[in-house]
């Protein structure tokens, strides 16, 4: 009802406005609008994939709407597109040349998941899942406090999944947006911005009672993000600068999600570990949501020439972030109470969390002389926690058992610095070289523990030259090394169960040598005829990591072609993109399995890597004087993933098993038809065909739609996609005014 009232809001003003300027004598009305209907042929069943993020009607549709009114003075347009589905865009456009201006933007933005997703639980309200509560306890009896009888009590919730029932996974944003600008006077100009959009469906969620004990229920969004600006900007010849503040304000419905197990109604007091493993200790499970923030940025920003071949610009800005909702309990578990007297209260009211961000930028550019040029700049960006300090006394573990150590929350704050300089030397009228230097790094600190500073040098050469009309060619290569301050060169030890010691960093901060090449040759042999060549490979090489991620590289190939014959074009497109990755792990003792080994032959190796091959092409040929055209397009993409294990022999277990085929691989096709004939200058029509295809094989993907209870003492929601091949014909008018 909302979209149908903005429309035709928008159409009144529209159709009013030639009346209302009917003493224009220069008022010129144009326009467009777009009609058609379609058949969509699903060969293999309904896929969300498909309409992932739009609708294609199965009948008519109303495409488009375009109406612009301009005289000497003003300019006013409404747009529509796709009135009246879950897709659908307008726009109002509003221009006094010179005094004011206004654009209106209205969005709808389907996101859809799955058409296939089933579960046993009902939403009892939002947020609120539940089973019925003589199945949980049926289960609870057979399964006992200490888990004894799991095999017949996953038979029977086998049993009962089979009358799980439909539920919808998809969400649909709606965003609006408005754009003032308003001159106040010559060199000055007020601007404000405001967006609105609003999030509201189901998504798949993971919701875990235990280690073993997994369940994917949909998660209920209700959110909504607004974001403001107003800034006042002032231009003159040498200068300009706007300065103005930035709020924005994030909020949800939903503070918490709340879930029963299948496995328990009543609480209890954990008997032991196995509680935890099996998630039989509470009767529900709590999660936190992402809980209602605001912020607020104040900003500057300059231009100015100060000499005659040199400017400066200059950007400073301060943020402040803060949250304050309310804190959920510990636990939901009323059984936790022995272990701890306050389980089941929060640890303070509100989370009194807050950040300050501040950022500065500065950049030069000048023209030394005719043929070379410097530029240079520096960056800063602070962001300084100032969260009250939490102190709690331990912790429960997915609301089935309380661990008694006590911990002070520590907040991260960090600072990233650059800087860079590079100078471009223009050879003769045809070639410059360019040669440069940056400087990047991060220091962080959580609580009060220094977590130390990474810094990266980087080095890079580039030259474009075309030396003919016909030929252009640009390659680009850097070489980059990342320090990281702490001791041991850089590296860092964390220690494990068993007190042994690890060079083991987390990949954004561990030393990294990096080097990277570009190369784009551009061919023009004939006014008619181009090519397009773009090669790129970027080699990463963490060789301080001794386990975590050990290299990654990079490497990519493309071609275009590009062919014209009087009104016919002709084009055709190649890509190869590989990525590969190595990382390591030590393994635990076999037995017991909670001891990090102290042996090298238990290291295990895995080596990820992703193929991609991506061409097509296609053609426009015009007929009848060009009243007539032919469109042909075809498109083909293939992503293989691979994995290879590898683990030393004598290793405990040795016991690395390939796969006899690859991770998975995915397949996506288009092609299309289309021919436009041109009845006037006014009228025209389209007619044609297009066809779809995807295929997805995954060594983890299941087409059992929810009953995994037996594979792994879980159950899903069965959301897993099926492929498509989808045919799609339509019909088209478009009348131009």
Same mark, same amino acid.
């Given at each position: 009802m909302k979209t149908t009232r903005a429309f035709w809001a928008m159409v009144v003003v529209v159709l009013l406005a030639p009346s209302l300027c009917a003493q224009e004598p220069d008022l010129q009305v144009t326009g467009e609008a777009a009609i058609g209907a379609n058949d969509v042929n699903a060969k293999d069943g309904e896929a969300a994939r498909f309409y992932e993020y739009r609708e294609i009607p199965d009948g008519l549709e109303f495409s488009l709407f375009d109406i612009r009114l301009k005289t000497a003075d003003y300019y006013l347009r409404l747009k529509?597109?796709?009135?009246?589905?879950?897709?659908?865009?307008?726009?109002?456009?509003?221009?006094?040349?010179?005094?004011?201006?206004?654009?209106?933007?209205?969005?709808?933005?389907?996101?859809?998941?799955?058409?296939?997703?089933?579960?046993?639980?009902?939403?009892?309200?939002?947020?609120?899942?539940?089973?019925?509560?003589?199945?949980?306890?049926?289960?609870?009896?057979?399964?006992?406090?200490?888990?004894?009888?799991?095999?017949?009590?996953?038979?029977?919730?086998?049993?009962?999944?089979?009358?799980?029932?439909?539920?919808?996974?998809?969400?649909?944003?709606?965003?609006?947006?408005?754009?003032?600008?308003?001159?106040?006077?010559?060199?000055m100009t007020l601007s404000l911005h405001y967006q609105d959009e609003s999030k509201e469906g189901y998504r798949a969620i993971g919701a875990p009672l235990g280690f073993g004990n997994v369940i994917e229920l949909p998660e209920t969004v209700d959110q909504n993000t607004r974001q403001g600006e107003i800034k006042l900007s002032y231009a003159k010849k040498n200068m300009s600068m706007d300065f103005g503040i930035a709020p924005s304000e994030f909020e949800n419905s939903l503070s918490r999600m709340l879930w029963d197990n299948p496995y328990r109604l009543t609480d209890q007091t954990p008997p032991g570990k196995l509680t935890y493993l099996l998630g039989n200790g509470s009767g529900a499970g709590q999660m936190a949501l992402a809980p209602n923030n605001?912020?607020?940025?104040?900003?500057?920003?300059?231009?100015?020439?100060?000499?005659?071949?040199?400017?400066?610009?200059?950007? *400073? &800005? @301060? %943020?402040?972030?803060?949250?304050? /909702?309310? #804190?959920?309990?510990?636990?939901? =578990?009323?059984?936790?109470? +022995?272990?701890?007297?306050?389980?089941?209260?929060?640890?303070?009211?509100?989370?009194?969390?807050?950040?300050?961000?501040?950022?500065?930028?500065?950049?030069?550019?000048?023209?030394?002389?005719?043929?070379?040029?410097?530029?240079?700049?520096?960056?800063?960006?602070?962001?300084?926690?100032?969260?009250?300090?939490?102190?709690?006394?331990?912790?429960?573990?997915?609301?089935?058992?309380?661990?008694?150590?006590?911990?002070?929350?520590?907040? *991260? &704050? @960090? %600072?990233?610095?650059?800087?860079? /300089?590079? #100078?471009?030397?223009?050879?003769? =009228?045809?070639?410059?070289? +360019?040669?440069?230097?940056?400087?990047?790094?991060?220091?962080?600190?959580?609580?009060?523990?220094?977590?130390?500073?990474?810094?990266?040098?980087?080095?890079?050469?580039?030259?474009?030259?075309?030396?003919?009309?016909?030929?252009?060619?640009?390659?680009?290569?850097?070489?980059?090394?990342?320090?990281?301050?702490?001791?041991?060169?850089?590296?860092?030890?964390?220690?494990?169960?068993?007190?042994?010691?690890?060079?083991?960093?987390?990949?954004?901060?561990?030393?990294?040598?990096?080097?990277?090449?570009? #190369?784009?040759?551009?061919?023009?042999?004939?006014?008619?005829?181009?090519?397009?060549?773009?090669?790129?490979?970027?080699?990463?090489?963490?060789?301080?990591?001794?386990?975590?991620?050990?290299?990654?590289?990079?490497?990519?190939?493309?071609?275009?072609?590009?062919?014209?014959?009087?009104?016919?074009?002709?084009?055709?497109?190649?890509?190869?993109?590989?990525?590969?990755?190595?990382q390591s792990a030590r393994?635990?003792?076999?037995?017991?399995?909670?001891?990090?080994?102290?042996?090298?032959?238990?290291?295990?190796?895995?080596?990820?890597?992703?193929?991609?091959t991506t061409y097509g092409g296609g053609l426009d040929l015009a007929f009848m004087n060009d009243r007539m055209h032919l469109n042909l397009s075809y498109s083909y993409s293939k992503t293989d993933g691979k994995l290879l294990l590898s683990s030393p022999e004598g290793g405990n277990p040795d016991a690395a098993i390939n796969f006899t085929e690859g991770l998975d691989s995915t397949e996506y096709t288009v092609a299309k038809a289309q021919l436009i004939y041109k009845f006037n200058d006014r009228l025209k029509m389209s007619i044609g065909e297009w066809y779809e295809e995807y295929t997805l094989d995954d060594i983890f993907r299941s087409d059992i739609e929810v009953d995994m209870v037996h594979e792994g003492y879980a159950f899903y929601l069965g959301a897993s996609d099926p492929d498509y091949k989808y045919l799609v014909s339509f019909v088209q008018l478009i009348y131009s005014w």
């Open positions: 529509a597109e796709d009135a009246g589905q879950s897709d659908e865009r307008y726009d109002l456009a509003y221009n006094r040349y010179g005094k004011f201006r206004l654009d209106y933007r209205w969005d709808r933005i389907p996101h859809n998941f799955s058409y296939g997703a089933v579960t046993p639980y009902t939403e009892a309200s939002p947020g609120v899942w539940t089973l019925p509560d003589g199945l949980q306890s049926q289960l609870q009896g057979i399964l006992g406090d200490n888990g004894t009888n799991l095999p017949q009590a996953m038979d029977v919730l086998s049993d009962a999944l089979a009358n799980a029932h439909g539920t919808p996974l998809g969400l649909e944003r709606r965003r609006q947006e408005l754009d003032v600008d308003y001159s106040l006077s010559a060199p605001e912020a607020a940025r104040y900003f500057f920003n300059g231009s100015f020439k100060v000499l005659k071949t040199t400017r400066i610009r200059a950007s *400073l &800005s @301060y %943020t402040q972030l803060t949250q304050d /909702a309310d #804190l959920l309990p510990y636990t939901v =578990n009323t059984g936790l109470e +022995e272990a701890y007297a306050g389980a089941l209260s929060a640890p303070r009211e509100t989370a009194d969390l807050g950040a300050d961000i501040a950022n500065a930028a500065i950049t030069l550019h000048s023209a030394i002389t005719r043929s070379l040029a410097l530029n240079a700049g520096y960056t800063y960006y602070d962001y300084d926690d100032a969260s009250e300090a939490l102190s709690i006394p331990g912790h429960a573990i997915l609301d089935q058992n309380w661990v008694d150590e006590p911990m002070d929350i520590g907040y *991260l &704050s @960090y %600072t990233r610095e650059s800087y860079y /300089a590079n #100078l471009a030397w223009t050879v003769w =009228n045809f070639t410059t070289i +360019e040669g440069g230097y940056k400087s990047k790094s991060m220091e962080r600190e959580r609580g009060d523990d220094y977590e130390g500073k990474n810094t990266e040098d980087i080095l890079y050469l580039a030259a474009t030259t075309a030396p003919l009309d016909w030929l252009s060619f640009r390659g680009t290569y850097s070489v980059s090394d990342r320090d990281w301050s702490l001791e041991n060169g850089g590296n860092v030890v964390y220690p494990v169960r068993n007190d042994a010691l690890f060079a083991f960093r987390r990949y954004h901060e561990a030393e990294r040598e990096r080097e990277e090449l570009t #190369l784009n040759l551009t061919l023009m042999p004939m006014d008619n005829l181009g090519f397009s060549f773009i090669y790129l490979t970027a080699l990463n090489d963490y060789e301080q990591s001794q386990y975590g991620l050990e290299s990654d590289d990079h490497r990519s190939f493309s071609f275009d072609a590009n062919y014209t014959l009087g009104k016919h074009n002709f084009y055709a497109f190649y890509g190869e993109e590989e990525n590969e990755g190595l393994q635990t003792t076999f037995p017991p399995h909670d001891v990090i080994s102290n042996d090298p032959l238990n290291d295990w190796t895995a080596i990820l890597a992703d193929d991609t």
